[in-house]
Every structure is written in C-alpha cells, then in structure tokens.
Antibody, heavy 122, light 108 residues
C-alpha cells in the first residue's frame, strides 16, 4: 500500500518562509516523480512544482518560480518544498502526489497525501 | 499558457449518466487524466490516459478524448459519486501540469 504524508504547514507572516516535507512509502521512490499541488480555500487545484526521480528534471509554476524550491532525498523517501517571500496568495492546502515513472510524456498524479495547510497572515 | 475549461456544475439523477466535458485547444492529441475530490479529502485519480482506470475504480467511470473536448462519463450515478472533478494534462511544450477549472457533480 502506498502512503503519502505531508508535514510542515502552519501559520507564517507575509514575507516569511516555510519548509514542507513529503514522505512516500510503498513506491520505488528513486524511480518516482513527485508533484506538489495546492488548493486555496474554496478554489480549484493549482499545480506548484514537480521533480523527477533522479532530480534531473524540475519544473515550477510561474506563480512560484524564484520563491519556491523543490528537492528530494531518495535515501529518506522524501521530497521537500522550500518556500520564501510568502504572501496571502500562497495560503492553501498543499498536497503532495507521487507516481512511479518519469516526468516526460505522461504525468499523472497517482497517490496523494491528505495535505498540509499553509496560512500566510499577519 | 494552456487552458482547460470545465462547466462549474453538473446535476444528475441517481441511476442516470453524468458527462463532464473538459475543453482545451486540440486536447485530443494529449493524454487526459481525471480526479475526483470529495469534500475535505484529497483528490483521487479515477481515469488516466483518456480512458484507463486505476485498480479499484468502478467500470462506471470512463473517459473519451477527441478534437477539442475530453469527457468523463459516470454511468449509473450513485449518491456517493457526488464530488468535484478535475481534468488534467501535461503540457509537454511548456513543461507544466495543467488542471481544469473543476466541475461540481450534484446527485439530485
């Protein structure tokens, strides 16, 4: 059984920073792509960033490029999202999703965690 | 940037068929994936690569994709199918994941 667990969310002031973690078990982690998706309160799904199994391919949404950094530690079966210069528009539930396979022609989000809430407010 | 448009809501009576369109420019040449999200829960992949189902997803969920419209079809709708549904593609040219605007399915 695949399990995806996010952590690290919380309340942060505008301009602050936060680091989210995502641990995935039950997949061949080093061969799995991992994606962060966020959902603002009452809104739809918004893609944030994706990373390939070997970290060779990393992609960001325009809305976070230059402020967010995705990385992974395959020894710990974990992916991280470092977020800086946070604004109220970054307030959302952040989901982590994993899938075995590359980050090239087909990108599905097979297994999702329950999400971690990030609130940016003074 | 690539845009996927869905109707905000679809209503269907129990036992009937719900069809959820997802419109995008020449979407027929892309692989389309669909997610179901119930209130307070994480999304669940219900259809991938236009018309394949992950294990555990009922055969009542199916998909099609041609031209500028992909469609998720839910046959013999049940009360438990009530949820938000999102289509998704991988825009290879821009290297971005694109989600549709989402459709709330209400079972009457």
């Amino acid at each position: 059984e695949v399990q995806v667990v996010e952590s690290g969310g919380g309340l942060v002031k505008p301009g602050g920073s936060l680091r989210l973690s995502c641990e995935i078990s039950g997949l061949t982690f080093g061969r799995s792509r991992v994606t962060w998706v966020r959902q603002a309160p009452g809104k739809g799904l918004e893609w944030v960033s994706s990373i390939s199994g070997s970290s060779n391919y990393i992609y960001y949404a325009d809305s976070v490029r230059g402020r967010f950094t995705i990385s992974r530690d395959n020894a710990r079966n974990s992916v991280y999202l470092e977020m800086i210069d946070l604004t109220a528009d970054d307030t959302a539930v952040y989901f982590c999703a994993g899938a075995e396979g590359s980050l090239t022609t087909v990108v599905t989000l097979d297994y999702w965690g329950q999400g971690t809430l990030v609130t940016v407010s003074s | 940037s690539y845009v996927l448009t869905q109707p905000p809501s679809v209503s269907v009576a129990p036992g009937k068929t719900a069809r959820i369109p997802c419109e995008g420019n020449n979407i027929g040449i892309k692989g389309v994936h669909w997610y179901q999200q119930k209130p307070g829960q994480a999304p669940v992949l219900v259809v991938y690569n236009n018309n394949d189902r992950p294990s555990g997803i009922p055969e009542r969920f199916s998909g099609s994709n041609s031209g500028n419209t992909a469609t998720l079809t839910i046959s013999r709708v049940e009360a438990g199918d009530e949820a938000d549904f999102y289509c998704q593609v991988w825009d290879f040219s821009d290297r971005v994941v694109v989600f549709g605007t989402g459709t709330k399915v209400t079972v009457l």
